[in-house]
Structure formats: C-alpha cells, structure tokens
C-alpha cells in the first residue's frame, strides 16, 4: 500500500538534548503551520503529528453512507504512538500534548499510552464521555451549515458574512448560497467553481463525521492525576449544557485548569490574539511538574482570565 | 486514451495550468513528479481544484485519492487508468 511510506511525524525543532517534548496532534482542517511558533521554547523537542498522513486516521470513513468505522480510536493511536517512538529523545522526561479539536481526544488516549509522564493541552476539545455522546454522535444540518461558515472564514483569513436565514436549506441550496457570497466579497477567486466548493463542503463533512463517531464510541478510563488544561474557543463547536466550563474534562482528571480565549473554533488558530493567548498559557502549563501545582494553574488563571 | 479522448498526458497539463493559476506562478515552475505536499498549495485549494476537476472530467474521486497518489503525473495517470476507463 503506498500509503505506509508516509511519517505522519514532522520534527519542527530538535533539540538533541531536551528533556521535554512537545507533541501537536493535528486533525487538518487548518494550517498546522501554526504550531511553529511554538518553537520559541527553544528547549523542548517539537513534534506535530498530522493525522491526515495516517491510513488508520484517513481511510477510517471514506463515505457518508456508512456508519461503521474501519478503524478505531484504539488503531490510530497505536498508530501515533508507534511512529513516535522514533523520534522521542531518550533524554525525555517529559511530553505535553497538544491536541486540538479531535486532536486532544485522541492525545487523552495518547497520554495514558505513553510511558513517559505526560500533560495534555485539550485546545477546544470535547471530553470523550458518555454524557458527551448525544452532542458528537449526530449533528444537525444547520449546525454543520455554521461552522462551515466559520471554517471558511478562518482558511481564508477573510470572515464570510451571510445574512440570510440558511439553517432550512437544503446542502445544495447552502453550498450555492456560500459561493455566491463568498465570490461577491472576493473570498473566492473568480476561477473558483461552484463544483469545488461543493467538494470542499462534501470532505468537511464527511472528516467532522469521522472525528464525531471515533469520539463518540471511545469512552476511556479517567486519568485523575493527568495535568489537563482545557483552552476553549469564544463559541466552541459544541455548548455542552451539563460542563458548560470544562467540557467535560474534569470528570477524567482532577487537575484541570481553564483558560477562554476569544474567537471561534477555527479562527483561534489564525487569529494572532487568540495564538498569544495559547501560547502563553501553554508556555505557563509546560512549566508544571507532574504533580498537583495549584499555584501555578492558579497563576495561570489570573494571567488569562481577567 | 479513454473513449472521451481524454489521455494521461491531457489530465496532467489541465493539472499542471491549474496549479499554476492557484500558486500563482508561471506552468513552466510545476514539477509533475513533485509530491503534493511539497507545494505551497492549502488543503482548501486542493480540494477547490478537485471539485472542479471531477465536474471537467465527469468522475468521483476519493478523498483519499491525492494521499496515495501524490504527484500530479501519478494522478493523472490514476484518473486515466482507473476513473475513466471504468
């Protein structure tokens, strides 16, 4: 299969003798380029894991008709961790996750794999729970249609206006009426097709599709001493009613902490104010031991979330 | 060559004059045999393109079709080969 000759593992900054490694397990959707500026901790090993590259990851639902998963959360983090395995530095004593969206539910999974003790950054991601599952096993149309819109905005680095009441229309009438926009405030370039926004529409539903049915039908152990710090976009894809702070998260780990950021699921990725905020916060986190530290994630607290 | 008359070599220069538009650089710089990855091509744009390409050519292709085929010159063949013969 041509497939296994790809490394879904880039190693952004090496650092040979480093104690700490920071692994970034992206889903797609946006730019992992992101996570370069996290070379600025010139002391850590920085490793971004793009899943797109796994085969257990991207050939896991290759159609809308079909509900069955040929992979499992089980599969590809095996997978992840395998391929890891190869680039840790020996000297490391210490990994802090970063998984975003998907990404932090399968780094949850991650870190109770890896022998090395860890710490896991959810960046605006759902807590794989049971309680969880009604907001990850099905989805409306409508709720698709927004963040799709959102998704758009954030790729492009442009927001998509549409005033128009959307949420009853059918895909086809959605797709028509975002080209339409998204041509007349130059958003699309005018050798962009209604055909190619149709496909791009198609393939972020079918991923969201996958990513929702591998977090709803892994319901892992908690992890009470796992340092988790939970950052959550301004409107995150889901409002969970019965954690609406911290999605989730602190019925798998007591040491949970915090931290809001403004923007939207997919522009907190792009948008530098939202990126400071992260970064800082992840800067902060890094320096926890792996133990309870209060203090710190109380600090952590008053520096970003005045 | 498919019975639409449409041959490996006709799918790799719609590619190549397609890229070329998106990145925005002469056709001559489009290497067919550099992998997809290694262009500064955005996932949305590719995808854009593949939209565009399946309603020029009248076939379906999988998402997975520029992962396991990831050169434009693999995939023109992979369209020819595989999608318009059938």
Redesign the interface.
């Known amino acids: 299969m041509?497939?296994e000759k790809?490394s879904a593992v880039f190693e952004v900054n090496t650092s040979t003798h480093a104690q700490e490694t920071i692994v970034c397990l992206h889903p797609?959707g946006v730019?992992s380029k992101h996570y370069n500026a996290l070379v600025d901790s010139p002391n850590a090993q920085l490793l971004v894991v793009e899943l797109?590259?796994l085969p257990q990851y991207?050939?896991t639902m290759?159609s809308h008709e079909e509900n069955t998963l040929k992979y499992s959360m089980d599969d590809i983090v095996n997978e992840v961790y395998s391929q890891l395995q190869k680039y840790l530095n020996k000297t490391c004593q210490k990994v802090t996750i970063i998984g975003w969206s998907f990404g932090g539910v399968l780094g949850y999974a991650l870190a109770d794999r890896l022998t090395i003790p860890c710490q896991l950054v959810a960046l605006d991601s759902i807590a794989p729970l049971k309680q969880n599952q009604h907001c990850t096993e099905q989805v409306a149309p409508s709720i698709v249609y927004k963040w799709f819109i959102e998704f758009i905005s954030a790729?492009?680095a442009c927001e998509l206006i549409i005033e128009t009441p959307y949420s009853s229309y059918t895909q086809d009438e959605f797709v028509a009426m975002v080209f339409e926009h998204g041509l007349a405030q130059g958003i699309?370039k005018q050798?962009?097709?209604l055909?190619?926004?149709?496909?791009?529409f198609e393939?972020f539903a079918?991923?969201l599709k996958r990513n929702m049915l591998l977090s709803a039908r892994f319901f892992p152990k908690p992890q009470p001493d796992l340092n988790i710090l939970v950052i959550r976009s301004h409107s995150g894809l889901q409002e969970i009613s019965a954690y609406p702070n911290c999605i989730g998260w602190s019925k798998l780990s007591s040491n949970v902490h915090i931290v809001n950021v403004e923007k939207d699921h997919y522009a907190l990725f792009t948008d530098t104010t939202s990126l400071a905020t992260i970064y800082g916060a992840i800067s902060v986190f890094s320096q926890l031991r792996l133990r309870r530290t209060n203090g710190l994630l109380n600090k952590i607290s008053r520096l970003f979330n005045k | 060559m498919t019975d639409s008359g449409i041959d490996q070599q006709s799918v790799q220069t719609w590619l190549v004059d397609k890229f070329a538009?998106?990145l925005e650089v002469p056709a001559e710089q489009i290497d067919v045999n550099m992998q997809f990855s290694d262009f500064n091509l955005?996932?949305?744009e590719a995808?854009?393109?593949?939209?565009?390409l399946?309603?020029w050519l009248n076939v379906e292709m999988?998402?997975?079709s520029m992962?396991?085929?990831?050169t434009i010159h693999e995939l023109s063949n992979h369209i020819v080969d595989d999608l318009l013969s059938h």
């Open positions: 041509k497939a790809f797609g730019s797109s590259l991207q050939l290759t790729v492009k699309f050798f962009d097709t055909n190619g926004v149709n496909k791009l393939t079918l991923g | 538009m998106r955005a996932s949305v995808l854009l393109l593949a939209g565009e399946e309603k999988q998402p997975t992962w396991y085929f990831p």
